[in-house]
């Protein structure tokens, strides 16, 4: 088990539920990532959140809202999905100034109906 | 329209085979590239490169990077069953002058290692 946990694991949600993705870290760590693995397309960066802020925001749709609230803590706040939003979404966490030596969660695979 | 290309994108070995896996890339103010490793879900990190010709190494996985060609590879010596996995290549980019940062991920190479 790594120091970055997801729940749920699984997630099966209509196009007009709300549900809301979590991720925390036990890392000590002040940046944190989403990210969105599809079969058909490499993985994307959502959002970047360094010491809270949010500081990238690549061209996601309004449907996915994330918050983070601390350092530790991250949500992917989900409302009005698509059925191509099913997807394995992944967090991570690392030290602000880059990219180098994420440390991901193990995912939540979630199906939209 | 910044992207990385990675080949192949799936390869079968027998255990004691060595691979080369490769990254090929076209991003504006490139800054790093990242390799990783995904099995079942969670990618892990396994080289991190900024410059050109300097070879890093860990066990039997080394990685190089040339910024003159604009490619890495990830050669894997002696595979085991082990190194089955999805080998990623992302490059850390800067969007224009104090742009912010972005990663731009391939599609990874699936790599079966036989016994």
């Known amino acids: 088990e790594t120091g970055v946990t997801q729940t749920p694991r699984h997630l099966v949600m209509g196009m007009t539920n709300k549900k809301s993705l979590k991720c925390e870290q036990h890392l000590g760590h002040n940046a944190m990532y989403w990210y969105k693995q599809s079969a058909k397309k490499p993985l994307e960066l959502m959002f970047v959140y360094n010491f809270k802020e949010q500081t990238e925001n690549n061209s996601v749709p309004s449907r996915f809202s994330p918050e983070c609230p601390n350092s530790s803590h991250l949500f992917l706040h989900l409302h009005t999905l698509q059925p191509e939003d099913s997807a394995l979404y992944l967090c991570?966490?690392?030290?602000?100034?880059?990219?180098?030596?994420?440390?991901f969660g193990p995912g939540t695979r979630l199906t939209v109906t | 329209e910044d992207k990385v290309v990675q080949s192949p994108l799936s390869l079968v070995v027998h255990e004691g085979d060595t691979v080369t896996l490769n990254c090929s890339y076209e991003?504006?103010?490139?800054?790093?590239l990242l390799w990783y490793k995904q099995e079942k879900k969670a990618p892990t990190f396994l080289f991190m490169l900024?410059?050109?010709?300097i070879e890093k190494k860990s066990g039997r996985l080394s990685s190089i990077l040339d910024k003159k060609e604009l490619f890495s590879i990830l050669n894997i010596t002696a595979t085991q069953t082990g190194d089955s996995a999805v080998y990623l290549c992302?490059?850390?980019?800067?969007?224009?002058?104090?742009?912010?940062?972005?990663?731009?991920f391939g599609k990874g190479t699936k790599l079966t290692v036989n016994p």
């Open positions: 991570a966490s690392s030290q602000v100034g880059g990219y180098y030596e994420q440390y």
């Open positions: 992302a490059v850390e980019a800067r969007e224009g002058q104090g742009g912010s940062e972005k990663l731009v």
């Open positions: 900024t410059s050109s010709g």
């Open positions: 991003v504006t103010n490139f800054r790093s």
